[in-house]
């Protein structure tokens, strides 16, 4: 957070001097609220690879997501394929190579900037709201569409890119809302089939060496699904600190993503992982269903398949909705299991609305900013942000999920008010 | 249309090629597991597995933990801008077509 007050403390000198000097803030400003959302989406998502393996107990709470942290750094490096050119399947802000538009990079990139930070920061306000609820939502489409909101609400319907030109999988239809649907139900009749045939194969063995094994095989798995995620996820925050930087003109579409700007972003998501989003967890490992061994590792299995299917056949999709399928399935494809439907119904909620309100949150943080314009509309809109999350982190406390009670028996989900 | 088309081409593609790997691995190391552990005792030490039981199970893990080692090399390629080629059965990283 020192970045932010360093930023506020610039802000009155910043309305005063050149428009560089505007730029620079929002660009700084863009910087850190882009790690803040990384870091969000390190513990928003912690539940995706870990939840079945704190479930079954294959790993302590904190050994989980230490091991998922480490697995999301070291994915974090492995790719850029789809970095620089994050926004372009969802919206017009950068030509096909990954340049930002002509028009919008005026006044070291003012323009991109601003709808970049809306956008920014109305992903994260959901995000941490689904947590404070202890919904899996998805990180991805909560930062897609916020950049849609505050793009919408900066360029109007035509800056958004609804369906692709048909020649491959694209637009909002394409890259969001079709995998949105399908993804889950794919995961999930994956894992249903998998924990079926691996129950029966499990049942009536002898306990202590059956126990053994499929505790290393979902360590393995959920191991898998932390890389990918990693991988998958920690390159659009790159893609977005790197296209503010091109924006404002400091580094060229040429040199790619800078190395420092890889570092930081890794070092966030794994940050937020090991913070662990104990809320979420819980209602992965917990309230969905109860997981056993074997079930969780055919859960983690079905997940890290469909997320490297995926990514093999250039298929978008959320790692969140994958994995929360997947338990899902798992719990409807293990005899006599209980699946909580009333659980699962809130998740779907959060999924559906995702898109929605993280766009009408993004849109109004671009409306906010436009009002007070110049440098001090960004100023306006991190300080929402730092009160929205602040206020959203202390009612978070009064019914606090960490590692010590992520594993207790359900009873509902973490309630947000103080019980009187 | 054409986008609706090819997003439910690709949710086709991901269904068939998923369902092979992600229900196939776990059901084989289940089968590994299987041979190790014998059938439920009720009482005393459980029976150690028998050598042919042994291999048969290691077996069922290699190829799981050959097909894991596979998906990694997918990740690293995917960020190398290459893919895993199986033209020489043995999976190697070549540039993407």
Request: hydrophobic share 55%; charged share 10%.
């Amino acid at each position: 957070m020192n970045g932010f007050t360093i930023i506020c403390v610039m802000g009155p000198f910043a309305t005063i001097v050149s428009s560089v000097t505007v730029a620079l803030v929002i660009l700084l400003c863009v910087i850190g609220t882009a790690l803040f959302f990384d870091f969000t989406n390190g513990f928003h998502d912690t539940g995706n690879a870990v939840a079945s393996s704190i479930a079954t107990g294959a790993l302590k709470p904190k050994t989980a997501v230490a091991l998922a942290a480490t697995m999301n750094l070291v994915g974090a490096f492995l790719s850029v394929a789809v970095a620089l050119t994050v926004t372009n399947s969802v919206v017009k802000l950068q030509a096909d190579d990954g340049t930002p538009l002509p028009q919008l990079v005026n006044d070291h990139g003012h323009a991109l900037l601003v709808i970049v930070l809306a956008g920014l920061i109305g992903a994260i306000l959901w995000n941490m709201f689904t947590w404070l609820l202890g919904l899996p939502s998805s990180s991805s489409y909560a930062l897609l569409g916020g950049i849609i909101g505050a793009t919408l609400a900066g360029l109007g319907a035509s800056g958004v890119k609804w369906v692709g030109d048909g020649t491959k999988i694209d637009g909002v239809v394409g890259k969001i809302l079709v995998p949105a649907v399908l993804s889950p139900v794919i995961a999930g009749v994956i894992a249903m089939v998998g924990t079926w045939v691996v129950m029966k194969l499990a049942a009536g063995r002898e306990e202590q060496r059956s126990a053994r094994g499929f505790k290393w095989g979902q360590i393995s798995a959920a191991s898998l699904v932390s890389l990918a995620h990693g991988t998958n996820d920690a390159q659009k925050t790159m893609g977005v600190i790197t296209l503010g930087l091109i924006a404002y003109g400091s580094v060229g579409l040429e040199d790619g993503v800078p190395f420092w700007v890889k570092l930081i972003c890794a070092l966030a998501i794994a940050g937020g992982t090991y913070l662990g989003g104990w809320r979420i967890i819980r209602t992965l490992s917990k309230g969905l269903v109860e997981i056993t061994a074997p079930q969780g590792m055919a859960a983690d299995g079905a997940s890290s398949a469909v997320i490297l299917a995926a990514s093999h056949l250039g298929v978008p999709l959320s790692t969140t909705q994958v994995a929360s399928g997947s338990i899902l399935g798992s719990g409807v494809g293990r005899p006599g299991a209980h699946v909580r439907w009333s659980v699962a119904g809130r998740m779907v909620v959060a999924w559906a609305t995702t898109l929605p309100a993280a766009g009408l949150l993004g849109a109004l943080m671009w409306w906010i900013a436009d009002l007070f314009g110049g440098a001090a509309g960004p100023l306006v809109i991190m300080v929402l942000l730092v009160a929205g999350a602040g206020y959203m982190f202390n009612r978070s406390r009064d019914h606090k999920v960490d590692h010590h009670n992520v594993g207790e028996i359900w009873e509902g989900a973490p309630p947000v008010r103080k019980v009187k | 249309m054409d986008t609706v088309r090819l997003s439910l081409q690709g949710a086709w593609d991901l269904l068939y090629n998923g369902f092979f790997v992600g229900a196939g691995l776990p059901i084989i190391f289940a089968l590994g597991v299987r041979f190790l552990a014998g059938p439920a005792v009720a009482d005393g030490p459980a029976p150690t597995p028998s050598i042919a039981n042994k291999v048969l199970a290691w077996v069922c893990f290699a190829a799981v933990a050959f097909a894991v080692m596979v998906g990694i090399m997918i990740i690293v390629g995917a960020g190398l801008g290459k893919v895993v080629s199986f033209e020489h059965i043995f999976p190697v990283l070549v540039p993407k077509p």
